[in-house]
């Protein structure tokens, strides 16, 4: 099984700075990576697919990066609605994939 | 707009069945671009994939609960359905159901999610 590792567990930052959350998989995926955003009480959306590719109706302000076994998800201007659980999630065995166990930004 | 519910039995008492299902609107279960799976997350924990089904019936699920699942699709009511047999503490979690999308890979449509308990 394909172990997906995010870092840090809690990013702590002030609107309007950029920060960027990293995941780690065990082997290479290629670009085979997702990034998901979940906000309380919602479902989870999709952001990224393919490493770098924006989900339709996705904020420029979000962006991928990476293949193999390094992944980062920038966001260029954290705006309000942007403080919330994100998880990558590796699909190259798809339609298995395992996730991240996620990364909380919260606000500074 | 694809919209997914989750519905079924919150509470399940132990060595029981758990049976959830998943309505989609906006979308149908019949189409051939997609995947329904189910994805479940025990508290405190990360997210763990259960299984998929697609249009035709074709199953696919984690080889440690296969001896324990059943996923099956019902295109008259556009949904589809998950039966956890044999539940123990361990299956308490909130659980999701999603679109697969088979052009671009990932799950491009999530349930919200609904909550699941084991106990007599």
């Known amino acids: 099984e394909i172990v997906m590792t995010q870092s840090p567990a809690t990013l702590s930052v002030s609107p309007g700075e950029a920060v960027t959350l990293s995941c780690r998989a065990s082997?290479?995926?290629?670009?085979?990576l997702a990034w998901y955003q979940q906000r309380p009480g919602q479902a989870p959306r999709l952001l990224i697919y393919?490493?770098?590719t924006r989900a339709t109706g996705i904020p420029d302000r979000f962006s991928g990066s990476g293949s193999g076994t390094e992944f980062t998800l920038t966001v260029s201007s954290l705006q309000s609605e942007d403080f919330a659980l994100y998880y990558c999630?590796?699909?190259?065995?798809?339609?298995?994939?395992?996730f991240g166990q996620g990364t909380q930004l919260e606000i500074k | 707009q694809v919209q997914l519910q989750e519905s079924g039995s919150g509470l399940v008492k132990p060595s029981e069945t758990l049976s959830l299902r998943c309505t989609v609107s906006?979308?149908?279960?019949?189409?051939?671009?997609?995947?329904w799976g189910w994805i479940r997350q025990p508290p405190g924990k990360g997210l763990e994939w259960i299984g998929n089904?697609?249009?035709?019936?074709?199953?696919y699920y984690n080889s440690s609960l296969k001896n324990r699942v059943t996923i099956s699709v019902d295109t008259s009511k556009n949904q589809f359905s998950l039966m956890l047999r044999s539940v123990t503490a361990a299956d308490v979690g909130i659980y999701y159901c999603a679109r697969y999308n088979i052009l671009t890979g990932p799950i491009d449509y999530w349930g919200r999610g609904t909550p699941v308990t084991v106990s007599s």
């Open positions: 393919g490493a770098s």
């Open positions: 082997q290479s995926v290629s670009t085979t």
């Open positions: 089904i697609n249009y035709s019936g074709n199953t």
């Open positions: 906006g979308g149908s279960v019949s189409s051939s671009s997609y995947y």
């Open positions: 999630q590796q699909y190259k065995d798809w339609p298995q994939g395992t």
